[in-house]
């Protein structure tokens, strides 16, 4: 069993800043049922890499298989009145809705928070945008990179007197389900208490800020780079063969263990002549904090991170098996459980008979193009 078994999750969310949330309650046991369209596909489906260099199938994508594990997936063209009343159904059927879409758009189609509440009572509406539903900025729209921008993370990213650097992925959309998971729990919780409803609010742009404040505190005026305020040498350094180690010594013991094994010069031109593995080990074992610095490869073939069980081979039918990380935490009597992700609407016909609709009702709505 996992955590969340019973969970009932109706997920409109797309891209990653909803969808990664919602991972997480599938990957621990919750039923989430990921409503998709192919008149409006998710851009997930679309974002490389792509099994077998196949960027018209739209279950190809990799990106989309490991930010949607473990759910299910039907289709509703909610441009549609007649897709909406299914989706009202669905919204029936479940315990918590999540949402990604711009400001307004549930409200446009008739699936507002006063809506829900008619639709199910006590339903958790859970909302993430990149400013949020409420204050000056809430018809802000755009995406992850958007909230590094007003978050203040491109202007801290880079080196000193350079220009800003936008973060090489939407970094909004990894903190701010983090954020979300715990409210959705939270109000679940609060449900469970009081039997009402609640609507959850994200903000990535909050969400960013949460993480970076200590930053502009300490250094309000110069990116800091590598460096840090209270440890040094605090960064990272070259070894041979191109390769690079990561040190950060916050004591006096610390660097006194470093300067044993690489001496007192630059600590650049000392570890340039090691070799990563052997100085990675040394280092560890003088109580000095350091790591390589991994690759991609590296990284999925860690012997540690394998031995943990982080990454679990996931049989998807058209990308094939691939390796997927499991939640970063362990739960032991009740274990996640990553499954593959959906195909689009391959769920049709099992879901839409749970929430009422016979398969004669399922066909001619598909044909009428309401679920597709």
Not at 36 to 46: H, I, M, N, Q, T
Not at 53 to 62: E, H, T, Y
Not at 150 to 155: K, P, T
Not at 160 to 173: K, L, N, R
Request: hydrophobic share 40%.
């Amino acid at each position: 069993m996992g955590a969340l078994d019973g969970l009932k999750v109706a997920d409109f969310s797309w891209v990653g800043a909803g969808p990664r949330s919602t991972k997480d309650l599938a990957d621990n046991g919750a039923t989430v049922v990921k409503v998709e369209s192919s008149v409006r596909l998710d851009l997930g489906r679309r974002s490389p890499p792509f099994a077998g260099g196949d960027r018209r199938n739209p279950d190809a994508s990799v990106f989309f298989a490991q930010t949607n594990t473990s759910k299910k997936s039907v289709t509703i063209n909610l441009s549609d009145p007649r897709g909406v009343e299914v989706a009202k159904k669905l919204i029936a059927w479940a315990d918590v809705v999540v949402e990604n879409f711009g400001p307004g758009y549930m409200d446009r189609i008739g699936l507002d928070w006063e809506t829900l509440q008619q639709v199910k009572p006590g339903v958790i509406l859970a909302s993430v945008s990149v400013a949020g539903r409420s204050g000056p900025l809430s018809g802000l729209r755009g995406y992850g990179n958007s909230a590094a921008a007003w978050s203040g993370h491109c202007d801290m990213t880079g080196w000193p007197e350079t220009e800003p650097h936008m973060p090489p992925f939407a970094y909004g959309d990894v903190v701010a389900p983090m954020m979300l998971t715990v409210a959705i729990l939270s109000a679940l919780e609060h449900r469970d208490r009081t039997g009402e409803g609640v609507h959850v609010d994200v903000s990535q742009i909050e969400s960013m800020v949460h993480v970076i404040g200590d930053l502009f505190a300490e250094l309000p005026t110069e990116k800091p780079a590598n460096e840090d305020a209270e440890m040094t040498p605090h960064g990272v350094f070259p070894c041979k063969e191109d390769r690079w180690i990561a040190m950060a010594c916050e004591t006096d013991a610390q660097r006194m263990a470093l300067a044993g094994i690489l001496g007192d010069g630059p600590v650049e031109h000392a570890t340039a002549n090691w070799d990563l593995v052997e100085l990675e080990q040394r280092l560890i074992q003088a109580g000095v904090p350091a790591a390589a610095v991994l690759d991609g490869k590296g990284l999925s073939e860690h012997p540690d991170l394998n031995a943990a069980g982080h990454f679990v081979a996931v049989e998807h039918p058209v990308i094939g098996t691939a390796n997927m990380p499991a939640p970063p935490y362990v739960l032991p009597d009740t274990p996640s459980d990553v499954g593959p992700s959906p195909c689009l609407g391959a769920d049709n016909l099992f879901v839409f008979s749970e929430i009422g609709l016979t398969d004669a009702e399922v066909q001619d709505l598909t044909a009428k193009g309401v679920l597709v």
